[in-house]
């Protein structure tokens, strides 16, 4: 059985040779613009980009847990940008997973070395090699790593124009969600919340 990454470019160089638009084949839809072209330019291989920035997440709602309640998150925000399609992730510290996850500083600097080798890969199709080579630039960084991973499979998505959960063949309906509620909010006003999501797709933690 192929692995994510031939299968993605088996599919994406099928639809390109066939001349037909990838969401079309994926979806069934309506045919769409010509986004997909891993070399657009003639003579020219485009090389990936990435920039970052801080940001701060303003909660709707107060969040509170055990020992402290909180109104913002501490973010930074990804992006990756191949061939002129630009693919979006984000790293969220909340402070009480600042050691697993990461503080605001320890993410700007890994992502400032993902950024001085990102282009190196001149194809994102390489999921599986680019990751691997992020993972491999520190033993932890776990917000920073998950923003790029989230940015390169939206910027892959992009390209191939169509839903991740299309790609991996999934019903949308019957995806999972889960909800870390504050302790101040019952449990069943996540659900209401969520009208449109099936009860038994949710999960509580």
Same mark, same amino acid.
């Given at each position: 059985?192929?692995?994510?990454?031939?299968?993605?470019?088996?599919?994406?160089?099928?639809?390109?040779?066939?001349?037909?638009?990838?969401?079309?084949?994926?979806?069934?839809?309506?045919?769409?613009?010509?986004?997909?072209?891993?070399?657009?330019?003639?003579?020219?291989?485009?090389?990936?980009?990435?920039?970052?920035?801080?940001?701060?997440?303003?909660?709707?709602?107060?969040?509170?847990?055990?020992?402290?309640?909180?109104?913002?998150?501490?973010?930074?925000?990804?992006?990756?940008?191949?061939?002129?399609?630009?693919?979006? &992730?984000?790293? @969220?510290? !909340?402070?009480? #997973?600042?050691?697993? $996850?990461?503080?605001? /500083? +320890?993410?700007? %600097?890994?992502?400032?070395?993902?950024?001085?080798?990102? &282009?190196?890969? @001149?194809? !994102?199709?390489? #999921?599986?090699?680019? $990751?691997?080579?992020? /993972? +491999?630039?520190? %033993?932890?960084?776990?917000?920073?790593?998950?923003?790029?991973?989230?940015?390169?499979?939206?910027?892959?998505?992009?390209?191939?124009?169509?839903?991740?959960?299309?790609?991996?063949?999934?019903?949308?309906?019957?995806?999972?969600?889960?909800?870390?509620?504050?302790?101040?909010?019952?449990?069943?006003?996540?659900?209401?919340?969520?009208?449109?999501?099936?009860?038994?797709?949710?999960?509580?933690?």
């Amino acid at each position: 059985m192929s692995n994510r990454r031939d299968f993605l470019k088996t599919a994406a160089f099928a639809a390109l040779g066939s001349g037909m638009a990838i969401n079309h084949v994926f979806a069934g839809g309506n045919d769409a613009p010509s986004l997909f072209n891993v070399n657009s330019r003639a003579g020219v291989t485009p090389k990936m980009k990435l920039r970052f920035f801080p940001y701060e997440l303003k909660l709707r709602h107060v969040f509170t847990v055990a020992t402290y309640s909180r109104t913002t998150t501490p973010d930074v925000q990804v992006e990756i940008e191949y061939d002129g399609i630009i693919g979006y &992730g984000e790293a @969220s510290m !909340p402070p009480y #997973l600042q050691h697993e $996850l990461g503080t605001m /500083d +320890s993410v700007l %600097a890994f992502l400032k070395k993902v950024q001085d080798v990102i &282009g190196q890969f @001149s194809d !994102p199709f390489q #999921l599986e090699d680019i $990751l691997a080579y992020i /993972d +491999s630039l520190s %033993a932890g960084d776990s917000a920073a790593k998950t923003a790029v991973d989230i940015a390169l499979h939206d910027l892959v998505g992009k390209l191939l124009q169509a839903p991740w959960y299309k790609i991996w063949g999934l019903d949308k309906e019957r995806l999972p969600l889960q909800l870390s509620p504050s302790v101040l909010i019952r449990p069943t006003w996540c659900v209401k919340r969520r009208k449109s999501v099936p009860t038994s797709s949710i999960s509580l933690k």
